[in-house]
């Protein structure tokens, strides 16, 4: 690993901001140039400086993917135009007959690509709730070829043991791959923790500002590096210039984000917890979370997503999402303004009811994307919104 990617060799925040780039050499520019090109000149057939179509590499994107890899301490990063794109970057280095354990509690896309696309390629796969080591364990008896995990996960944020979940898979000869959106590598750096692969929607929390769509893959194995490069430039599902430029720019400020993020969560998710009208509170930084042990020996923090189960029906519920004025009622998360989602009707509309239920995930559930406002008027905010949607 060379030291520009060692997490080791420069703080978080050094890293954040400067991995990956360079003052431009011709103009001396700080901020890495948006190289809006498609093709690159050569100086004789096959001789060029390392560049010739900008499906397959671009400046621009190189620096992103290099800024990420340093982040998450690996050597490798892939950039795909979105985090759906990146995952089936992942499924895609598979074959027909293969199989790939899933975890129980993931995003609706992930499992409606496995359901809906990616079994009519011939794979096949399973639900595992991997905070369950021994279903883990049994699961794995029958050969699978990746497991692929969440943690915390969308929306009911379970938190499963990362090195135990790997190693694990990895004595089975599978694959084992972190989706990290949630925790984000300034939280969690599920590398160092044994994983093969980890997979960010950079569309949330590295992006940061609700402005830009992408996807990225980062790996520390030169093999599954290089698949995932053809794939990248075989299927061309790639990152833009201008995309990767507004990436960076929300990396910079990550680690102070993410601090506000948890500090306004923190408090909020306490406040829910103690609130009349609240059935249960989803968040691993309260005590009686049952993997709040486990996050606090892998997160540095315990990150800016809540969700919450009202003691309602389902009318109420959505009476209550939409009651708010500050938390807008939207898909994704991660931005530095708060969104509230049902994710019933939202975000995982595509997993089945049963499914869902079956996992606790129910009806009348509510997910929080926490922000930067000032604490007050976010609980103000909910206050409001709670007293409609009771009155």
């Not at 938190?159 to 190693?167: G, K, L, R």
């Not at 009651?323 to 995982?348: R, Y």
């Amino acid at each position: 690993m060379s030291e520009a990617n060692d997490p080791n060799a420069q703080g978080f925040s050094t890293r954040a901001i400067h991995a990956g780039q360079r003052p431009d050499p011709t103009t001396g520019a700080v901020m890495t140039p948006v190289y809006l090109t498609s093709t690159y000149v050569q100086e004789a057939p096959g001789v060029h400086k390392g560049y010739e179509y900008s499906r397959t590499h671009n400046p621009t994107r190189n620096a992103l993917q290099d800024n990420i890899a340093s982040l998450e301490g690996g050597r490798h990063g892939l950039a795909f135009g979105s985090g759906l794109a990146a995952t089936h970057a992942v499924f895609s280095m598979l074959s027909a007959g293969d199989r790939v354990i899933v975890g129980h509690d993931v995003y609706g896309g992930t499992y409606r690509l496995l359901d809906q696309v990616m079994t009519r390629q011939g794979l096949r796969f399973d639900v595992v709730d991997t905070t369950d080591l021994a279903a883990l364990d049994a699961a794995l008896e029958t050969p699978a070829q990746v497991v692929w995990f969440e943690t915390p996960t969308n929306p009911l944020l379970h938190v499963s043991d990362v090195a135990a979940v790997c190693s694990r898979a990895k004595a089975a000869g599978a694959i084992a791959v972190v989706d990290n959106t949630f925790a984000t590598p300034y939280l969690q750096t599920p590398l160092a923790l044994g994983a093969d692969i980890v997979v960010h929607s950079m569309t949330k929390y590295l992006g940061g500002h609700s402005d830009v769509v992408g996807g990225i893959c980062v790996t520390d194995d030169d093999d599954l590096a290089g698949r995932l490069a053809f794939l990248q430039n075989a299927i061309g599902a790639i990152i833009g210039p201008m995309d990767s430029f507004l990436v960076m720019r929300g990396t910079k400020t990550l680690a102070v984000r993410m601090e506000r993020h948890c500090d306004n969560a923190e408090a909020i998710a306490a406040w829910l917890n103690d609130h009349a009208r609240v059935r249960k509170v989803f968040y691993p930084g309260l005590e009686e979370h049952p993997g709040h042990e486990i996050a606090k020996g892998q997160m540095r923090r315990f990150g800016g997503m809540i969700s919450f189960d009202v003691d309602a029906d389902l009318e109420t519920a959505i009476r209550l999402a939409s009651e708010t004025k500050l938390f807008a009622l939207a898909e994704s998360l991660g931005g530095v303004e708060s969104l509230l989602d049902h994710p019933a009707s939202m975000t995982h509309g595509a997993v089945p009811r049963d499914e869902r239920v079956k996992n606790g995930f129910t009806d009348g559930l509510l997910r929080l994307s926490v922000g930067l406002e000032d604490l007050d008027d976010l609980v103000a905010d909910l206050e409001q919104a709670f007293d409609k949607a009771f009155a």
